[in-house]
């Protein structure tokens, strides 16, 4: 399959699992799904970045090789919504290996305390500064009160999420 022209076939649910099912649990196919994204343009970028966190979603292991690159790419100015959405959810579906622990918080960090970012980028940031915390409890003093005054101003859904965070963080 020729990964940039499926991307800019369509953009849709059934174009993203027609992408997801091709690449299965295949290490050489994701590898290729990540040269796609990181190669662009702007809008195969934006639109590999879905299939991109449903293969993570699926087969977690996938993304060790490239999660350098993949982090690299998404702390760029020019990174599209799409792609800051996809990859910071995807984050949520894995466990950060040590090395990369530091660098995927101070990207959730900025990520969330920025208001002018996505209501979506911001709350998955928010799960995995939740999920990071529950490993590195010296974390968990600076989340468990970023979040409470982050709620205030949220959406009903930020602020559902927010509440079962702190509910895993406090328990």
């Known amino acids: 399959m020729d990964l940039k022209k499926a991307a800019l076939?369509?953009?849709?649910?059934?174009?993203?699992?027609?992408?997801?099912?091709?690449?299965?649990?295949?290490?050489s196919r994701f590898?290729?799904?990540?040269?796609?994204?990181?190669a662009g343009p702007y809008?195969?970028?934006q639109r590999i970045a879905w299939p991109l966190s449903y293969c993570i979603e699926e087969k977690?292991?996938?993304i060790h090789p490239h999660l350098n690159a993949i982090l690299k790419y998404v702390?760029?100015?020019?990174?599209?919504?799409?792609?800051?959405?996809?990859?910071i959810r995807l984050l949520q579906?894995?466990?950060?290996p040590k090395k990369h622990q530091g660098t995927v918080a101070d990207i959730c960090f900025k990520f969330f305390n920025d208001h002018k970012e996505s209501i979506a980028v911001r709350a998955f940031s928010m799960t995995v500064l939740a999920n990071l915390a529950m490993h590195l409890p010296e974390l968990?003093?600076?989340?468990?009160?970023?979040?409470?005054d982050q709620m205030p101003y949220g959406s009903?859904?930020?602020i559902s999420r927010g509440r079962k965070l702190l509910k895993k963080l406090k328990g």
């Open 31 to 38: 590898a290729d799904l990540v040269s796609v994204f990181l």
């Open 60 to 62: 977690p292991d996938l």
């Open 75 to 87: 702390q760029q100015a020019d990174a599209s919504v799409s792609a800051k959405r996809n990859v």
């Open 93 to 96: 579906f894995i466990e950060i």
């Open 140 to 148: 968990r003093n600076e989340v468990i009160p970023l979040i409470e």
């Open 43 to 45: 809008r195969v970028t």
């Open 9 to 27: 076939k369509e953009h849709s649910k059934a174009q993203c699992r027609i992408i997801v099912n091709y690449i299965g649990h295949s290490r």
């Open 156 to 158: 009903a859904g930020f």
